[in-house]
């Protein structure tokens, strides 16, 4: 594999979120510059800039996730005295797994309860909206998984860290 598709490959989420804001972006802007220039826009910007804004921000929350940027995370895990973080840390990674994971199980839920519904300009399949859902959350219960691993490793053994 080239250090291209590498780069690619390692940095999906971050580039499927952004490609999605773009899309969000983009739409609106031309959908604004329509109806101020000719006093009518595209009938289904609305439709297309709010599903490619879902999907930018789950697909971007995990992405948020895997880079630790989440401040309440971040200010939890700092709250306990020095000696307890490492062990807070994988506290709050367990926990992770087990919320993402239960949205997970939820969204699948969701989507197959709603697996007949279109939406209402596209007439495309809701569930290609609603599928941001469980791949934003999947995405964040491997990172969850792979940061109990690191977490673990670190506390048990400080110098592999």
């Given at each position: 594999m080239s250090i291209k598709a590498?780069?690619?490959?390692?940095?999906?989420?971050?580039?499927?979120?952004g490609f999605f804001l773009c899309?969000?972006?983009l739409v609106v802007i031309?959908?604004?510059?329509?109806?101020?220039?000719?006093?009518g826009g595209i009938f289904w910007a609305e439709e297309v800039a709010t599903s490619a804004f879902i999907w930018s921000v789950f697909v971007g929350a995990?992405?948020?996730?895997?880079?630790?940027?989440?401040?309440?995370i971040d200010l939890v895990t700092s709250l306990g005295p020095n000696a307890w973080r490492k062990f807070i840390r994988v506290v709050?990674?367990?926990?992770?797994?087990?919320?993402?994971?239960?949205?997970?199980?939820?969204?699948?839920?969701?989507?197959?309860?709603?697996?007949l519904k279109r939406t209402p300009v596209l007439d495309i399949p809701s569930l290609y909206i609603n599928l941001a859902l469980t791949v934003g959350f999947s995405l964040m219960?491997?990172?969850?998984l792979y940061?109990?691993?690191?977490?673990?490793?670190?506390?048990?053994?400080?110098?592999k860290g």
């Open positions: 590498k780069t690619i490959f390692r940095n999906f989420d971050l580039i499927l979120s899309i969000t972006v031309v959908n604004v510059a329509l109806r101020y220039l000719f006093q995990a992405s948020a996730y895997r880079y630790k940027m989440h401040i309440g709050i990674d367990c926990l992770m797994f087990v919320i993402n994971g239960y949205i997970v199980y939820l969204s699948i839920q969701f989507i197959q309860a709603n697996k219960t491997v990172y969850a940061f109990i691993y690191q977490d673990t490793r670190q506390l048990i053994d400080p110098q």
